[in-house]
């Protein structure tokens, strides 16, 4: 049985990432900072589905210099899987960003996962296995015009990950990130519904992703049919950017 943990598990993505985790055997720590009805109601629904399977609750805030640690103290034992789900976006004209907003969203985006990692990854170099996926974001490919801060940390976790597969190959790991488009999950409540309509004719699907979607990427990559894909950035967006 193999251990995982996905952090922001209480949101969509996340959500539908544990769902899809837990089918194929996986016990799993379920992250959450604000959402903590969300993901007990989560581990509830898991483990009377799958009662020889673990899931536990973890909180941590995330985008504090202390989350991490308080993250690593509560794993009470091995996580062999990581995939690093926190995020949130942020929309508005680059010179209004505050400072104290930057500081949440480089901590958040960059620090904490390369903490936290630096940590995991440890025994899974021991083992000569292991599996790390991030959920960032077509913007950090792309870039995103009012969405830049959001696009700066998403892309340097797109960079964090095809460096840091390269290091790790030798030992078995695999490190990659699905970067979605829009996904149909609350962060698009930020949009009006006009502007929400606007965006969908600008993919050529003409609709947002399901998060069900993007979780059974994320459950590819963590399959042994992926072993040999490591350091990439993949991109599921309906052919809205190629």
Same mark, same amino acid.
């Given at each position: ?77 091995? @996580? ?25 969203? @480089? ?75 829009? @996904? ?59």
């Amino acid at each position: 049985m193999k251990n995982a943990l996905i952090t922001g598990a209480s949101g969509a993505i996340g959500q539908a990432t544990a769902r899809k985790l837990a089918e194929v055997g996986y016990s799993l720590y379920l992250h959450y900072n604000t959402g903590k009805k969300k993901a007990g109601d989560l581990s509830d629904e898991l483990s009377d589905l799958y009662p020889k399977q673990t899931f536990t609750c973890v909180q941590a805030d995330l985008a504090q210099k202390d989350g991490t640690e308080k993250l690593l103290g509560s794993l009470t034992g091995s @996580v062999e899987e990581v995939v690093y789900n926190c995020g949130k976006s942020q929309v508005g004209l680059f010179q209004d960003v505050s400072e104290t907003t930057v500081q949440e969203f @480089v901590q958040l985006q960059l620090t904490s996962p390369f903490r936290l990692i630096q940590k995991l990854i440890q025994p899974m170099i021991r083992m000569k296995k292991g599996k790390i996926i991030f959920v960032s974001s077509i913007w950090g490919l792309t870039g995103a015009s009012t969405e830049v801060l959001y696009s700066m940390v998403k892309g340097g976790q797109n960079t964090f990950v095809k460096a840091l597969a390269k290091e790790v190959a030798p030992s078995g790991i695999t490190v990659n990130a699905v970067a979605p488009g829009a @996904v149909d999950t609350p962060m698009m409540d930020e949009f009006s519904r006009e502007d929400a309509e606007l965006v969908k004719e600008e993919i050529p699907m003409g609709r947002f992703a399901r998060p069900e979607e993007i979780a059974s990427l994320i459950r590819f990559l963590m399959s042994q049919e992926a072993d040999y894909i490591s350091g990439q950035i993949i991109s599921a967006n309906g052919a809205w950017f190629c």
